[in-house]
């Protein structure tokens, strides 16, 4: 297929960006696969990049990594971006593990904010997907102020004035 006009300078740059960085799930049961989820529910064409292994309270560290070596076995030959929950537990130790000597960059305190902000850059290098995770993850996070419903202001004819959820 040829393009010509406007696009064809643009499409040279889409062919470059098909190999993207996988991303690896690993937290307690049942946060990666409910974040996985969440991720294809915004970006549904990112099934393939995004793995999400759950890690059982009675799973021994040594399964779980041989789970996380088996899953990663059959992807791409890009990198591979590891978001893991709690720094020092079990699913972030056997992160470091699966990380050392590979092509691969991991960031823990996974959440939500962090995770679609990872995959809607999975095309950049891991240097630049690591800083734009952890934006993501830290603009996530904030207080809310407590105000109208949806922080509209509220109008003179509302007839309610208690904001109760229905």
């Known amino acids: ?30 946060l990666a696969h409910a974040l996985r989820q969440c991720a294809l529910h915004v970006y549904p064409e990112c099934a393939e990049e995004v793995i999400a292994i759950d890690v059982a309270p009675n799973a021994s560290p040594e399964e779980t990594l041989a789970s996380a070596r088996l899953a990663l076995s059959h992807r791409n030959e890009s990198g591979t971006m590891v978001l893991t929950d709690v720094f020092g537990a079990t699913p972030a130790n056997v992160a470091q593990k699966l990380v050392d000597g590979v092509n691969a960059k991991l960031v823990a305190g996974v959440n939500l904010p962090m995770l679609l902000r990872t995959v809607c850059y999975r095309h950049e290098s891991l240097d630049a997907l690591v800083t734009r995770a952890l934006a993501g993850g830290a603009q996530g996070v904030m207080q809310v102020a407590i105000t109208a419903p949806q922080n509209q202001a509220r109008r003179q004819n509302d007839p309610n004035t208690h904001d109760h959820q229905q």
């Open 1 to 30: 297929m040829s393009f010509s006009g406007p696009f064809e300078r643009i499409i040279p740059i889409l062919d470059d960006r098909t190999m993207s960085n996988n991303i690896l799930l690993i937290a307690h049961a049942p």
